[in-house]
């Protein structure tokens, strides 16, 4: 078969990209375009890992063919801070100590990114709720919990 061309926005920059029909775009942003934050934990969309933001849809970008994106907005968790800047929601995992091997943290780090733009002062609950397709095996989830959070906090302005 042949590649197929695709132009999309990714992290607000405009990209093209050739891909295999049947190349995940997981595989397109880690081995094409090098936007290796996402990771692959399942590839069965269970862990959350590769967790994008497609057209503002949370989707696990191991489900999402590459060829399928075309026009579409996404953005990974290189465009959620930078090194400078920091996003709340990356800062407060750090401070809370809410991580351990990576795996997870950068799906983690888009979907509570996500929430806390839908929802600027979630409870625990629906906290716990929306990061439900977020697998960690290292650390236990109340740390994260307890870094999205403080993060929300921050963001609305409240005193931590």
């Known amino acids: 078969m042949s590649k197929i061309h695709i132009s999309t926005r990714i992290n607000g920059d405009e990209v093209e990209y050739l891909c295999e029909p049947s190349e995940t775009l997981l595989d397109v942003l880690r081995d094409r375009l090098n936007l290796t934050g996402a990771k692959e934990g399942c590839g069965t969309g269970d862990c959350g890992a590769c967790?994008?933001?497609?057209?503002?849809?949370?989707?696990?970008?191991?489900?999402?063919?590459?060829?399928?994106?075309?026009?579409?907005?996404?953005?990974?968790?290189?465009?959620?801070?930078?090194?400078?800047?920091?996003?709340?929601?990356?800062?407060?995992?750090?401070?809370?100590a809410a991580l351990q091997c990576g795996i997870c943290t950068p799906g983690i780090v888009v979907a509570a990114k996500?929430?806390?733009?839908?929802?600027?002062?979630?409870?625990?609950?629906?906290?716990?709720?929306?990061?439900?397709?977020?697998?960690?095996?290292?650390?236990?989830?109340?740390?994260?919990?307890?870094?999205?959070?403080a993060a929300a906090a921050e963001m609305r302005g409240a005193q931590i």
Do not use: F
């Open 114 to 149: 996500a929430l806390l733009e839908k929802n600027a002062d979630p409870s625990e609950s629906e906290i716990r709720y929306w990061l439900a397709g977020n697998l960690c095996r290292c650390t236990g989830y109340d740390k994260i919990i307890r870094a999205v959070q």
């Open 51 to 96: 967790s994008v933001m497609l057209d503002g849809r949370l989707v696990c970008s191991c489900l999402v063919l590459g060829a399928e994106v075309e026009g579409s907005a996404i953005e990974t968790v290189e465009g959620v801070g930078t090194l400078d800047a920091l996003h709340p929601v990356q800062r407060h995992i750090l401070e809370h």
